[in-house]
């Protein structure tokens, strides 16, 4: 069964998705990229940038494997696209990924300017969404056919899915690291009440690996491992 899902998004031990001072230089914050250390150790990810090696067992590797499984389209905040702000200067910036981007399905950026729909290699293309979250969930589920569609980030875009309900489950990678400040991922919700709960905590050997689900899509969540 399809689901609206978030996999591999990493989060500090402190609770923040990104560190301070996000911009062209420090895409994820100054520190931020301590917090995906587990995930560029794995086979997988080596693989998608295109390097050799990699751990290729254990269950960061499993996790970071299964982010990519059954996957029809992505969802983006802004931010996660590039360092851009406000009305596009030009059509120049493509990404952080060069002319090849990881995903390979249609992507849906949430933005409040638009622009052309950009097709990129490898079956990517951005599709630029001015209209809110639902109309963005609205066409990724229907790119997605009968596959998930997944909620990349960042954090920002998670809380506002989160708020409005509409993610069915989480995969959180929890990194032992503590960046301070940031962008604090739950900042303002109260999941419980908006009923997710822990389903499942498997330690990995560079971070430990927690599901969340909504009560009704505890069913969806993989089996255990």
């Not at 254990?58 to 299964?66: N, R, S, V």
């Not at 609205?138 to 997605?144: D, F, K, P, S, W």
Request: proline share 7%; net charge negative; aromatic share 10%.
């Amino acid at each position: 069964m399809s689901a609206v899902r978030v996999a591999a998004f990493s989060v500090s031990l402190d609770g923040f998705a990104a560190g301070p001072d996000q911009d062209l230089d420090h895409p994820l914050g100054v520190g931020g990229e301590r917090l995906f250390a587990w995930a560029f150790a794995t086979r997988t990810f080596k693989t998608m940038f295109g390097e050799d090696g990699g751990d290729a067992d254990g269950a960061d590797e499993a996790f970071a494997a299964e982010s990519f499984d059954n996957v029809g389209a992505w969802i983006l905040g802004r931010n996660m696209f590039g360092p851009v702000r406000g009305p596009w200067p030009d059509e120049t910036w493509t990404g952080w990924w060069g002319d090849e981007p990881p995903y390979h399905v249609p992507v849906f950026v949430l933005t409040h300017h638009p622009r052309p729909d950009l097709p990129m290699k490898g079956g990517t293309t951005f599709h630029f969404v001015t209209d809110g979250i639902e109309a963005a969930l609205e066409r990724a589920r229907a790119a997605a056919g009968d596959r998930d569609v997944r909620i990349g980030g960042g954090g920002a875009t998670i809380r506002r899915y989160l708020a409005a309900g509409l993610i069915d489950r989480l995969h959180l990678a929890l990194s032992p690291v503590l960046l301070g400040r940031g962008e604090a991922l739950f900042a303002g919700l109260d999941l419980p009440a908006l009923g997710y709960s822990v389903t499942e905590v498997v330690p990995g050997a560079r971070a430990t690996h927690v599901r969340i689900a909504r009560s009704d899509a505890a069913a969806q969540v993989p089996g255990r491992r």
